[in-house]
């Protein structure tokens, strides 16, 4: 018997907010342990929560980016546990009433579209952080209260390969709304998967497992693929799948049990008594609607139409918001869409691949790449010593004409010159030039390079090419 | 007259006319608390030093309360001063923030005599469930002063301050204030912020005056009353200027009397009184009816699901990693038992335990949400009487202070004690509890008058005229 894998994600987001979402405090990251608090976020007797405006707006426009209907009166509510990183012993979250629902975002898996449904996104606080030591733990409440916005899928995704294009693509829209940096490996964004098969063509859930702990894009595929062949594995020898918590080891490949049902916890929600029912007005949701930037999808379909790029071009320009834009700011000073596409996936992509570094970090700007392909269109520089300057242009954000200048760079398409070298190449080389006559014509390849090599790459190759032809014949 | 028996009004007026320094009114206080709180014991922590500090800052300045030295209930945090909710569990607990109400009291001069013992976090009403000790009843030392705010009633009493601050959950303004025969204001909920207030039951938990008369809860009110933006569920409403209304004439007030509340278990001798009363505001030109509040049988019942629910979610945050008592422990969860066993008093955990369960997945619709719907149609009973009357009035108390030790053992007996006043919490309404009698035993009787949300102002002015029309708020216990 064939299984099919039924996938359902809990997805958590943090928001880029720059204060908490009941405080005034900071969420910057990576600051001295317990010094971005307050009483509020800590946890005092006597404090109360109030809503971070922000937070709000940045749920909303996740939702309409994410089709969801956005609820005109919602609340939020305390789910109640105890861990020494969760101050007030409850974290303020949403349950009965979220403030977004019923969304849906198209995924595309080998040319492939499927709709994966969102049943609800909604907002709550991040809880701090423990950290064990040798002989003791310490809690560290920097975190504690940073905004989180928890989206969850319906059981809509069928293989690893579709949950890794949907997270992929709720990354590129997060990242497209400026809400949240989609950093899996540094935990802003953290995605948890719900996991049961069934037999192909049944309509039956089977018993789920949640996986935590998927702490990396590269381990979406990685895990649930794990867990969906132990699972059909255990069917297939007769056993039943367990109800429980498992967590990913990226150490072993392997998830392993955390808790089972029994061990579960009862979060005893119930509403927020200390924060009023949001009511969200009309307005306010049509306000951030006509705000909302053109999404991954919108402007993949613009690409292809306006800029007649291929579609694989196309996607992976539009994956990041800053890369489209780097790239029509390109096009708009005069370049051709296709060469910037060529020049921006192959160079400057491998750069912000090696670096980690993002687009706007880097030091060149679309209008010295433009400079530069205006210096190969004008013959000024060969293709090849393009690519030999652009690193360089890219980390020093030095503009073509100077680094041109001053290495020296200037292409040699002087015609007499050239005929005057490539003279001198062919009577040293005499038993290869008999060969080429003789008909080994893949020998014009060798004097190409012999005349690159001369004049250290500045010949202009192609009238070298016209040179050696005419002069070979 | 004693100058520690003196309200803020009468006060303000002596110093105003240089007939008695700011020195001397709090040097009388002061001798006053040195006198009698042994007998007392209404305070947890007497703040002499700070409140000469304040004097020094406050001399010469203008504000509504220059130089008034008042008790703050202990659930009430104040910067710098220890703030323990008489409970072990926070006993060296010292907040680095300031309530909004104390700020505000602060911005008109009050001086900060100490904070007043309560039933540990508002949890009762006699103060026997202090962590520390009981309160005794000015009136009757062996008698408890009612609970929770038992601390600040008694301390007004007695003198040994001219105000208080208190809280009211389920009556812990009003019940205590009934026993120790001084006023107590339960303001709207909303109507004052809660910034700084720690919590028992987040919906119902609202800081009102304690005061020697209804003028100087007017005063009060007026400071402490306003929207705050750190308390969400402050109402952003305009605040009247209550002292200037006391004197607006009361003959077209309509007075509901709600028949439910005159049952059986309430002492004859306070049914009478009451009873007198609701007649002399007739003579006063009011006109009285019955009314009928059906729900009121479910009250408690509703109230004890909810406020528990909400208090054991609240009392979470008292887990020994943060700050204030931290038990011995070989690991976290033993950390967790530990801490939580020893720093709570049993009604505490009781309450804990309730909530909890009440909170449980396959019991929350039973009865958490189950209460909420009782509580909506407690919330109607109210809003349909007040579409025929004004102001509803009924007995605070169904008796006069008990005796020390009777009801402690029997957590229902107690609970009952309020049943008078739960229902206005849960419907978020104002009420006042005013001297109108003494029983045989010479303990004073409260009066209950209960207003429309956000109209305090009614039941201020009838509480005023009545007051000033007879001799009961004249008296001071025999200490």
Known sequence: MNYEAVIGLEIHAQLLTETKIFCGCSTRFGSEPNTQTCPVCIGMPGVLPVLNRRVVEF?????????????????????????????????????????????????????????????????????????????CSLVDLNRAGVPLLEIVTEPDIRSPQEASAFMKKLRAILRYLRVCDGNMEQGSLRCDANVSIRPEGSDELGTKTEIKNINSFRFVEKALDYEIKRQIRVIRDGGEIVQETRLWNSETGKTESMRSKEEAHDYRYFPEPDLVPLEIKREMVEEIKAALPELPDEKKARFVRDYKLPEYDAEILTEERSIAEWFEEAVRLGARPKEVSNWMLTEIMRYLNETGKEIEEIDLRPPQLVELLELIKGGTISRNIAKTILPEMISTGRSAEEIVREKGLVQISDTSELEALVDEILSKNQKEAQRYREGETKLLGFFVGQVMKATKGKANPKIVNEILRKKLS | MELYNSGIIEALDLMDSGEVSPEELLDAVFQRINSVEDKVKAFVTVTKDRAYEMLDEAKGERGALRCIPLAIKDNICIRGIPTTCSSRILKNFIPPYEST????????????????????????????NSGFHTTRNPWATDRVPGGSSGGSTAAVAAGECLAALGSDTGGSIRQPAAFCGVVGLKPTYGRVSRFGLVAFASSLDQIGPITKNVADAALLLGIISGHDPSDSTSAPLHVKDYTALLSEGIR?????????????????????????????????????????????????????????SEASSNLARYDGVKYGFRAESKDLLEMYRETRAQGFGAEVKRRIMLGTYALSAGYYEAFYRKAQQVRTLIKEDFDNAFREVDIIITPTTPTTAFRIGEKISDPLQMYLNDIFTISVNLAGLPAISIPCGFDSKGLPIGLQLIGRAFDEESILKVAHQYEQSTEWYKRRPPL
């Open chain 1, 59 to 135: 749920a909303i426009k996740t939702g309409l980016a994410m089709n969801c209907r956005i609820s005109s009166y919602s609340r939020f509510a305390r789910k109640n546990y105890f861990y020494p990183d969760l101050p007030k012993g409850y974290q303020i979250s949403q349950y009965e009433l979220p403030i977004c629902e019923k969304g849906y975002i198209d995924i595309t898996v080998d040319g492939t579209t499927r709709r994966v449904g969102i049943t609800r996104i909604h907002m709550e606080e991040d809880a701090g952080k423990n950290i064990h030591e040798k002989d």
């Open chain 2, 101 to 128: 109400v104390t700020k505000r009291l602060k911005e008109e001069g009050y001086l900060l005599v100490g904070k007043t013992n309560l039933d540990e976090f508002a949890m009762g009403s006699s103060t026997e």
């Open chain 2, 252 to 308: 077209d007030i309509k007075v509901g009397i709600p028949k439910e509340y005159f049952i059986e278990g309430l002492d004859p001798e306070v049914e009478s009184a009451v009873k007198d009363s609701i007649r002399h505001l007739g003579s006063l030109g009011c006109s009285v009816k019955e009314i009928s509040l059906p729900h009121t049988g479910y009250a408690v019942a509703t109230y004890y699901i909810l406020a528990t």
